[in-house]
């Protein structure tokens, strides 16, 4: 039982360059997400799904997309990378939504690095 | 006024001492608060959900103050393994995308 995986663990990208991060998470959770954490900042949610083939945007979605096409996979894409997206990112699943009680899983993070 | 502050630290004590954080947020709809641990370069864990008649777990005990809308995590006999960030979390239950963590309070425990 890995819990939550995601890949890779660092990159680095030249602006304009694309990429896309995986989640997977083999606990049968509904709910996964997508946050990145700066300096200073805190977690902030870029984007969320409640299920298989569903997604939602969070608070700060601009310039990311995302895709849930199994429900153990959450794949999260920069289309056009650029210096600002500089960050780490955690993906994380529950079992049900945080307005529950039901904690939330987080894999280990991506180190990105835009120049 | 951020929705979830809390004081960044870093709190320097010895070990066996007693430390206590607060987190204070601005949403009164609020209705789940977590502390949720997070160790240098980690990701963050859970370490409690916070009850409103106060809760504890070992040497861990959570407390919230709904009317002063604040949280508070207060840490006994502490422990070289205490040393982390702690994260304040609050989520007032309507939106999956109203879950806003805090930037974190550090702690080193020291020897």
């Known amino acids: 039982n890995a819990g939550v995986t995601q890949t890779p663990k660092f990159r680095v990208l030249k602006t304009g360059q694309s990429m896309t991060l995986l989640c997977a998470q083999d606990m049968n959770h509904e709910y996964m997400y997508w946050y990145r954490q700066d300096p200073g900042m805190g977690l902030r949610l870029i984007h969320y799904s409640v299920g298989e083939g569903t997604t939602a945007k969070g608070e700060v979605p601009d310039g990311y997309n995302v895709s849930r096409l199994k429900k153990q996979n959450f794949l999260l894409g920069l289309e056009s990378a650029a210096p600002s997206q500089t960050s780490v990112y955690f993906c994380?699943?529950?079992?049900?939504?945080?307005?529950?009680?039901?904690?939330?899983?987080f894999g280990p993070g991506t180190r990105l690095t835009v120049t | 006024r951020k929705e979830v502050e809390q004081d960044p630290g870093p709190f320097n004590v010895p070990e066996g001492a007693t430390v206590a954080f607060n987190c204070t947020y601005s949403?009164?709809?609020?209705?789940?608060f977590f502390w949720y641990r997070q160790d240098c370069r980690k990701e963050p864990k859970l370490l409690m959900s916070?009850?409103?008649s106060g809760n504890e777990d070992g040497r861990f005990t959570a407390q919230l103050n709904r009317a002063s809308q604040y949280i508070s995590l207060l840490i006994r006999d502490s422990k070289l393994s205490d040393s982390a960030t702690y994260l304040c979390v609050v989520n007032d239950r309507t939106s999956y995308d109203k879950v806003i963590f805090g930037p974190g309070t550090s702690l080193s425990v020291i020897p």
């Open positions: 949403n009164s709809a609020s209705q789940s």
């Open positions: 916070v009850y409103s």
């Open positions: 994380a699943s529950s079992a049900t939504g945080t307005g529950g009680t039901y904690e939330q899983y």
